[in-house]
Each structure stands twice: as structure tokens, then as C-alpha cells.
């Protein structure tokens, strides 16, 4: 996973507000596998955003 290229195209940059203990874990996980704070991000937003493909009304609503 670490060779893939997670960030690529276009790029928009977005501000949010999280956690400090958040904040503070990604940044150890960048250091502990060297993959930019960016990468890990849009890795876990990828994975939200697949899981959840009703937010984006792109599968049938359940009642």
C-alpha cells in the first residue's frame, strides 16, 4: 500500500478540525512509515467514502 500513489490528479486543499489525539496519532503514523500526513488521510477518507456510498446518494436509500 505504502508504493501505491493515493494523491494524484488535481489536488484541493480543504481545512478541518479534529481531535489533538487525532491529529497527533496521524502524525506518528507518518513518521512510523514515512507516507506524508496527506496520503494516510485521503487513504482513510477513500475508504469512509466507499463504505458509505449512500451519503453520496449513488446506491438505493433504505427505508
Keep these: 500500500m505504502k508504493s501505491q500513489k493515493h494523491n494524484q490528479g488535481e489536488l484541493k486543499e480543504i481545512t478541518v478540525k479534529i481531535e489533538s489525539k487525532v491529529a497527533e496519532d496521524l502524525e506518528l503514523m507518518s ?33
Design 31 to 63: 513518521k512510523n512509515t514515512g507516507m506524508p500526513v496527506a496520503d494516510i488521510v485521503v487513504i482513510a477518507l477513500k475508504r469512509f467514502r466507499s463504505s458509505h456510498l449512500d451519503y453520496l446518494k449513488q446506491v438505493p436509500m433504505t427505508e
